[in-house]
């Protein structure tokens, strides 16, 4: 939306605004989350401060000023920007708010758990195995080329060591700090990390390989600069790589815990490491089915 | 700093403010690091936005608001906040600056660079051999309690499987969401990950279990809120773990190609997986000392 969109919002709107609660906050990326009632209707309001401009970070222009101390060569000191300048915050108001948005935007705990191979047997695999197809229908839509065709960057169609690279819908397509590609597998039946034995290390070198050249001739990144990892558990169950931006250090999904670097997948396959054989430990939120049925079983 | 220390600055302090470069800026986290001169000094500015105050969520109020469109249950709204409300920006300055200042400060590209055992053994470790001991000696000064002593939360006094817990300094030591401890180990044969073998599950699950022990009888935290890891490479050579709160996914010390899963070591080091047999890649800064003599030695 550019501002050129921008229409004039009576000041009264959020005058009526009552807080029920604060659902999330995220200080270091000056975001909270707030739950209330606005003229009779249950709303989320989502606040985010704004970046700096680039004009004012080129002649940074305050109205006020006050000094919070000084030590050796470091002051600190508190800007009030003058008015009619960068706008200090921006907003998204869900009008009338469900109670699935509210849940989007609480904060959610995360548990680390520990999956033996006993458990991933008698708990885990159950449980996906239960999971309607139809969840992962619209995976089978991007390799069938039935969405999404126009935005392949690279196939490999062999139904057994194939796949596909396509922008991960999050990233901009322009941004080379926070590139953002995924690499989804021909192969239905390797359903994530667990399924992988050394037999697989052909296909995910041809998956890092390629998503290098695929980074570097459509989009000029560098040799060196992916960070290409699996998530277990993953979001859904059908095998596929993530592929960052080395530099994009500070993204959720590239933690430990979550996060497993493909090269050190390689190197463990490689090994003669069976993944199906592995105890592995990762985070789930509170609210995760998965820790429901894991709780259920005992296991956490 | 309380904000009773606060004085007075007189606006003109900016006006002469003259960029040469953004040197960094991170528009998630709303800050930026800029590179400039001011009467005839070169002074770096550290720009951030504030946070946003309680009473501000608990009523926000704008000066101005507009709208930037709508869709569905979705309002996107830009807000002005009044003068003499939240402080926008918190700013550090700088100055004089010197070359430390300006690089400590300026973005560093990140590249994946992947390490044999033999690329260990003929490069990494005689660089890290060379490296002065007095580079660690302020870990041995914790060790032997001639700092920090009062910090310290648990000791194992064991030369050989023992360790001491203490808080990180970057820890402010009462937000449970971003606890940050560190276990330290006392045998100084152990320099990094590299070092590790199945003799070594012992020393790592003691640690894992106090870690755990320690963050819920010192600070309260819940079963399974912990996320342990390693570095590798790691900032200095003498074996320690990062202990942080599972619900930190933000840290950009936390994720791969850097950071190794503490469950994950113990489970491939049970499995017979000899860590100075792997193959292990991770990032570096254009101006790490490592990546300059890795390219020396033709491997990056």
């Given at each position: 939306m550019a501002s050129s969109e921008q229409t004039a919002v009576p000041n009264e709107l959020l005058r009526s605004f009552a807080?029920?609660?604060?659902?999330?906050?995220?200080?270091?990326?000056?975001?909270?989350?707030?739950?209330?009632?606005l003229e009779g209707e249950q709303v989320v309001l989502l606040l985010e401060k704004t970046h700096f401009s680039e004009a004012f970070l080129q002649q940074p222009t305050f109205a006020?000023?006050?000094?919070?101390?000084?030590?050796?060569?470091?002051?600190?000191?508190?800007?009030?920007?003058?008015?009619?300048?960068?706008?200090?915050?921006?907003?998204?108001?869900?009008?009338?708010?469900?109670?699935?948005?509210?849940e989007k935007y609480t904060a959610q705990k995360r548990f680390m758990v520990t999956e033996?191979?006993?458990?991933?047997?008698?708990?885990?695999?159950?449980?996906?195995?239960?999971?309607?197809?139809?969840?992962?229908?619209w995976v089978y839509n991007i390799l069938e080329k039935k969405k999404e065709a126009e935005s392949i960057l690279y196939e490999d169609a062999d139904s057994e060591?194939?796949?596909?690279?396509?922008?991960?819908?999050?990233?901009?397509?322009?941004?080379?700090?926070?590139?953002?590609?995924?690499?989804?597998?021909?192969?239905r039946a390797l359903r994530?990390?667990?399924?992988?034995?050394?037999?697989?290390?052909?296909?995910?070198?041809?998956?890092?390989?390629?998503?290098?050249?695929?980074?570097?001739d459509k989009f000029?990144?560098?040799q060196g600069g992916l960070r290409c990892f699996l998530h277990y558990q993953p979001t859904y169950y059908h095998l596929h790589v993530h592929i960052l931006a080395a530099d994009y250090t500070s993204h959720p999904g590239a933690i430990v815990g979550?996060?497993?670097?493909?090269?050190?997948?390689?190197?463990?396959?490689?090994?003669?490491?069976?993944?199906?054989?592995?105890?592995?430990?990762?985070?789930?939120g509170e609210?995760?089915?998965?820790?429901?049925?894991?709780?259920?079983?005992g296991h956490v």
């Open positions: 807080l029920e609660r604060v659902l999330d906050q995220d200080p270091r990326a000056r975001t909270a989350s707030l739950l209330g009632q006020s000023l006050s000094s919070l101390g000084a030590n050796d060569v470091y002051n600190w000191l508190l800007g009030w920007q003058p008015d009619g300048g960068d706008p200090h915050v921006k907003m998204t108001l869900i009008r009338p708010a469900t109670q699935a948005h509210i033996s191979p006993e458990v991933y047997a008698s708990v885990v695999e159950p449980w996906l195995k239960a999971q309607p197809l139809a969840r992962i229908q060591s194939g796949f596909i690279v396509v922008p991960d819908l999050k990233w901009d397509r322009r941004t080379l700090s926070s590139l953002y590609l995924v690499a989804i597998v021909h192969n994530s990390l667990r399924d992988l034995t050394k037999e697989h290390v052909g296909l995910l070198r041809k998956i890092q390989r390629q998503a290098l050249q695929v980074a570097q000029g990144l560098a979550g996060a497993h670097l493909l090269d050190d997948v390689i190197d463990l396959l490689q090994l003669g490491v069976d993944f199906r054989s592995r105890t592995l430990t990762y985070s789930l609210r995760s089915e998965l820790l429901g049925v894991l709780r259920q079983a």
